[in-house]
């Protein structure tokens, strides 16, 4: 199976910036697209980003709301997503995922990834 961590969620201030990583261990995530999901307190999860390569080169997919504000990104098993100009509206748990093995643009279907991590919350508040 696929062992999913991810790290750097906390309390920040609105404008602030955050780096979340999402450290892969066990099958290889090479050819699986990444995504990066939350959710709010009585809200469905959503896709904030995802990643995954066409032939050699990447593609990525972002929900409205984060457009211009996160960057998902990859190195090698890791993932991050660097968020900058929080908004109160960010706050929620912030989930990775892998996908099936695939070559082409990412989903943004919950139900298309297989592997989940537990979650790092993120607040924004002032």
């Known amino acids: 199976q696929v062992k999913l961590i991810e790290a750097g969620g906390g309390v920040v201030q609105p404008g602030d910036s955050l780096r979340l990583s999402c450290a892969a261990s066990g099958r290889t995530v090479s050819h699986r697209p990444m995504g990066w999901f939350r959710q709010a307190p009585g809200k469905e999860r959503e896709l904030v980003a995802a990643i995954a390569w066409s032939g050699s080169e990447e593609m990525t997919v972002y929900a409205d709301s984060v457009k211009g504000r996160f960057t998902i990104s990859r190195d090698k098993n890791t993932v991050y997503l660097q968020a900058i100009s929080l908004k109160p509206e960010d706050t929620a748990v912030y989930y990775c995922?892998?996908?099936?093995?695939?070559?082409?643009?990412?989903?943004?279907?919950?139900?298309?990834?297989?592997?989940w991590g537990q979650g790092t919350q993120v607040t924004v508040s002032s």
């Open positions: 995922a892998a996908g099936a093995p695939m070559l082409g643009t990412p989903s943004k279907r919950t139900s298309n990834y297989v592997y």
